[in-house]
């Protein structure tokens, strides 16, 4: 197993940056396909991004295309999510999860507590 702890969640404004990480414990962290997800009041959660173990390989939802950017260092154990020219909508709860397929489905195993992202217009 692993267990995972996300931390950097706060309130920007619209425009605005904010990096959230996630540090992972437990089973070697590097053989984790590793995702990003959201979920805001009263809607689903949904994936956002996802990286392969060693980083070489990315997905991102269509709506953060071009404006979030999924890392991860094997060394510290932690994969990061870069959230440039954030909007509103942006505002939600951001988890991390890991799994062993890379994939955009929102039913990963082991998943993190979560961080609140508020983005004010």
């Known amino acids: 197993q692993v267990q995972l702890v996300e931390s950097g969640g706060g309130l920007v404004q619209a425009g605005g940056s904010l990096r959230v990480s996630c540090a992972a414990s437990?089973?070697?962290?590097?053989?984790?396909?590793m995702g990003w997800f959201r979920q805001a009041p009263g809607k689903e959660r949904e994936f956002v991004a996802a990286?392969?173990?060693?980083?070489?390989?990315?997905l991102y939802a269509d709506s953060v295309k071009g404006r979030f950017t999924i890392s991860r260092d094997n060394v510290k154990n932690t994969v990061y999510l870069q959230m440039n020219s954030l909007k509103p909508e942006d505002t939600a709860i951001y988890y991390c999860?890991?799994?062993?397929?890379?994939?955009?489905?929102?039913?990963?195993?082991?998943w993190g507590q979560g961080t609140q992202v508020t983005v004010s217009s």
């Open positions: 999860a890991a799994d062993s397929i890379l994939s955009t489905r929102t039913n990963y195993p082991y």
């Open positions: 437990g089973r070697a962290f590097r053989s984790y396909v």
């Open positions: 990286i392969s173990w060693n980083g070489g390989s990315s």
